[in-house]
T-cell receptor
């Protein structure tokens, strides 16, 4: 069984400030972890993924995430928020051959 | 990255009619495709998993006779919402898993409105 919890359904940040989105997972076997971004009325775009290589993963648009097995976490960060980062973000987990399980999502609001 | 094309992006239909949504993997072969439903301000809910050439596997609570899924080729899966009702109005998203790398790519979504 696998599950994902995203802490905070809404996050508000000022432009230029740090973005931190939290994701904790549960998996009985080594997981693959993903962060996706969704803009209004669009599908999901992959930001980055962890597949058991380096624990610090760099993605697109300046985002990165760190896999911490001891904390079962995969938090997403970006040093400096941009207005274009306003969107919904989903953390997801899967294991080999399994379906993706999504977290509840975190909506990011960027204030000028 | 790989491209998944979902069509149409928006559709409005009358109650009682059927609507077909197509999901195509444009530059890779997808042995497995997934269909999700997303309610406003909520996460994605997996409806069914379809494997090329075999019957779809539906999640608990999803009516297979209501949501017909066909995955006839390695690049195309279709979802048909039969006898649509207003409560079927939602955002539907497909996802295709790359046969080689195993990564899932998402379509642009379809906004279905039943009036």
């Amino acid at each position: 069984a696998q599950s994902v919890t995203q802490l905070g359904s809404h996050v508000s940040v000022s432009e230029g400030a740090l973005v931190l989105l939290r994701c904790n997972y549960s998996s009985s076997v080594p997981p693959y972890l993903f962060w996706y971004v969704q803009y209004p009325n669009q599908g999901l775009q992959l930001l980055l993924k962890y597949t058991s290589a380096a624990t610090l993963v760099k993605g697109i648009n300046g985002f990165e995430a760190e896999f911490k097995k001891s904390e079962t976490s995969f938090h997403l960060t970006k040093p400096s928020a941009h207005m274009s980062d306003a969107a919904e973000y989903f953390c997801a987990v899967t294991t080999a051959g399994n379906k993706l399980t999504f977290g509840g999502g975190t909506r990011v609001l960027v204030k000028p | 990255g790989a491209v998944v094309s979902q069509h149409p992006s928006r559709v409005i239909c009358k109650s009682g009619t059927s609507v077909k949504i197509e999901c195509r993997s444009l530059d890779f072969q997808a042995t497995t495709m997934f269909w999700y439903r997303q309610f406003p301000k909520q996460s994605l809910m997996l409806m069914a998993t379809s494997n090329e050439g075999s019957k779809a596997t539906y999640e608990q609570g999803v009516e297979k006779d209501k949501f017909l899924i066909n995955h006839a080729s390695l690049t195309l899966s279709t979802l048909t919402v039969t006898s649509a009702h207003p409560e079927d109005s939602s955002f539907y998203i497909c996802s295709a898993r790359d046969r080689v790398e195993g990564e899932a790519f998402f379509g642009q979504g379809t906004r279905l409105t039943v009036v």
